[in-house]
């Protein structure tokens, strides 16, 4: 495993446990060189899921993608990045337990908006005006009167 500190390729496994009801493995891992620790996650490589978006195209299901769409939405917020994995790793369960080899951005975006509320407001508020395309102040206003009325 290339260590993503400074890509050296050695390093040593601190600590695995299984995640996700044990369908992966998390492992801790230090760097041989730089001694500056990181986690990696395992899992069985399966039929890619292919997300079909806005303008019709397809591409593969990208997790990474997904966790740096919230951590620009949680920039600045009182959100741990394992908060975050968790919650990419709940929207990813989600997706691959409803059998489906194929899902709309839609549908990502509406789980992503879901979790998110519950986790932190101003994230979610974010997050939807970036992923409903807000196209000014008012429609902005509306989903933030929405989010009041539902407290």
Same mark, same amino acid.
């Given at each position: 495993? =290339?260590?993503? +500190?400074?890509?050296?390729?050695?390093?040593?496994?601190?600590?695995?446990?299984?995640?996700?009801?044990?369908s992966s493995? /998390? /492992?801790?891992?230090?760097?041989?060189?730089?001694?500056?620790?990181?986690?990696? +996650?395992?899992?069985?490589?399966? #039929?890619?899921?292919?997300? %079909?978006?806005?303008?019709?195209?397809?591409?593969?299901f990208n997790?990474?993608? #997904?966790?740096?769409? #919230?951590?620009?939405?949680?920039? @600045?917020?009182?959100?741990? %990045?394992?908060?975050?994995?968790?919650?990419?790793?709940?929207?990813?369960?989600?997706?691959?337990?409803?059998?489906?080899?194929?899902?709309?951005?839609?549908?990502?975006?509406?789980?992503?908006?879901? =979790?998110?509320?519950?986790?932190?407001?101003?994230?979610?508020?974010?997050?939807?005006?970036? +992923?409903?395309?807000? @196209?000014?102040?008012?429609?902005?206003?509306?989903?933030?009167?929405?989010?009041? @009325?539902?407290?």
């Amino acid at each position: 495993m =290339k260590c993503p +500190y400074c890509g050296f390729i050695e390093d040593k496994v601190i600590d695995s446990r299984p995640t996700d009801e044990g369908s992966s493995i /998390r /492992r801790r891992r230090e760097c041989l060189n730089c001694m500056k620790r990181f986690t990696t +996650y395992e899992k069985v490589e399966s #039929l890619p899921l292919m997300v %079909i978006k806005k303008d019709k195209s397809r591409q593969p299901f990208n997790r990474e993608k #997904l966790l740096n769409g #919230l951590l620009r939405a949680c920039e @600045k917020r009182p959100v741990s %990045i394992d908060d975050l994995e968790k919650l990419v790793e709940e929207i990813e369960s989600h997706i691959y337990n409803s059998l489906q080899r194929e899902v709309t951005s839609n549908v990502i975006g509406e789980l992503v908006m879901a =979790k998110l509320k519950n986790l932190d407001e101003v994230a979610y508020v974010r997050f939807a005006s970036v +992923y409903r395309q807000f @196209k000014d102040i008012n429609t902005f206003m509306d989903e933030l009167h929405k989010l009041l @009325k539902e407290k």
